[in-house]
């Protein structure tokens, strides 16, 4: 896909404008309100329409802001459409205008030529884009339980775009990485509030850098970024967890020592066990970064507590991921886990994507609790239990609707 003269010239005019940052939205009150159904309560929150260029999501804190997807959006789209695509910010301290013209992406450190990119120098690069679901690390940690601490996301801290820019790789080729580079570490124009806290950064192996599919993103879904999601360049990393898709990416830096920053060896750690769960009594469990999504699936036209008319055709659909490969299989189980079939799979826009699936039922009646599991092409399956670790990261359990058709 090339990337029109409208995108083109968007990118390239100041298009940054976004104001200031609104603190309190003063509407918050009068908002329509959801409920999450969070299983430690308090799972009431407002909808705001007041982010620029931001449509109406879900408020879960205002400053930094982090703004959740309304699940009946991933039913109606594939591509979660921009402006309704989640945002997650750790700082609030974000830049409220950039000059796109004057723009600059640095490539600096253990490299033979450091670069200073301008967004013109960028779109002149091979382009390539990529269909890749982008999820929170701590997507669904409201319903942990035991709760945990952190951003009580129900499922809406995910979303799926085509990402059009450039390859890492032909990035750091230009720069030349220094021989005995070890990561490469990525920061953003957001700046910690704190005196002395610790600035956003995230790296990546030198060779997974390099794998030819990590890539620096100036466009998504055919538009420049929205603002809050990183205009005018982010990283996106295939198969990982979000908190490696660095936003507002300005500074590319070679390393030849492991990268020590806390938001590596303290924050967004993971038990090292499978799937990153363990049990809330164990102790002294070794920790690694997080890393690779793993697969999950969810049913999207039918929500739980729903009525439905008896013995009419019904057909269910939803949506499934692989995480870090492509989805192999999705069984639903229409009785609540005895029996299991295939479901139908949609169209394949890239591994790294949301496929939906859909799966006929027929003389339907009374209660009924319908699972749905994905196997990816790894052979990982989603587990029957819920994760849980200290976290709320990588929750990928089984999902569920109970429903009643009479
Ligand atoms: N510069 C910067 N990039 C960042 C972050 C951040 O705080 N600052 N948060 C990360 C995390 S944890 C997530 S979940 C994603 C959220 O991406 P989105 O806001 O575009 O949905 O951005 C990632 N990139
Ligand atoms: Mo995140």
Redesign the pocket.
């Known amino acids: 896909m090339h990337l029109n003269q409208f995108t083109r010239r968007r990118l390239l005019i100041n298009a940054g404008i976004l104001g200031a940052l609104p603190f309190l939205p003063s509407a918050a009150l009068a908002a329509p309100m959801v409920d999450l159904g969070l299983p430690g309560g308090d799972g009431s929150r407002s909808l705001t329409n007041a982010f620029p260029g931001k449509g109406q999501l879900i408020l879960q804190r205002t400053r930094p802001p982090l703004l959740e997807t309304p699940f009946e959006v991933f039913d109606k789209e594939l591509l979660t459409p921009n402006d309704l ?7 609030s301290n974000i830049p409220t205008e950039i000059d796109a013209a004057a723009f600059r992406l640095r490539v600096h450190g253990h490299v033979q030529r450091p670069l200073e990119l301008s967004l013109a120098d960028l779109v002149a690069l091979p382009s390539v884009d990529l269909v890749a679901v ?1 999820q ?2 701590g997507n669904s940690r409201g319903f942990f339980e035991p709760r945990v601490s952190g951003g009580q996301w129900a499922n809406g ?1 995910m ?1 799926n775009a085509r990402w059009i820019g450039v390859r890492l790789k032909d990035v750091l080729d230009k720069a030349g990485v220094g021989a005995g580079a070890v990561a490469v570490r990525f ?2 124009l ?1 700046q910690a509030v704190i005196p002395g806290g610790p600035d ?1 950064m995230k790296s990546l192996a030198i060779d997974h850098a390099r794998d030819g599919e990590v890539m620096i993103a100036y466009a998504m879904n055919g538009e420049a970024l929205p603002f ?3 205009f005018p360049l ?1 990283l996106v990393v295939p198969g990982w967890y ?2 490696y ?4 990416l300005s500074d590319v830096e070679v390393l030849a020592a492991p990268d020590r920053n806390y938001w590596m060896t303290e924050a967004y750690l993971v038990p090292d066990r499978p799937n990153g769960s363990i049990s809330p009594d164990d102790k002294d469990v070794k920790m690694v970064p997080i890393s690779r999504m793993n697969p999950r699936s969810f049913i999207t036209s039918l929500r739980s507590g729903a009525h439905v008319q008896a013995d009419a055709p019904m057909s269910l659909r939803g949506i499934a991921f692989g995480g870090d490969c492509g989805v192999a299989r999705v069984s639903v189980s229409p009785d609540g886990g005895q029996t299991w079939r295939d479901a139908r799979l949609g169209r394949d826009l890239g591994k790294y994507g949301f496929q939906r699936w859909d799966f006929a039922m027929t003389h339907v009646r009374g209660e009924h609790r319908i699972l749905v599991r994905c196997t990816n092409a790894n052979g990982a399956e989603q587990p029957m239990a819920p994760v849980w670790n200290r976290g709320g990261f990588m929750q990928n359990v089984v999902e569920s609707v109970t429903f009643t058709a009479a």
């Open positions: 695509f989640y945002v997650r910010w750790h700082w982008n929170c690390s801290s979303g920061r953003g957001d956003f809050l999601n990183g982010r979000a908190t898709w660095i936003k507002m």
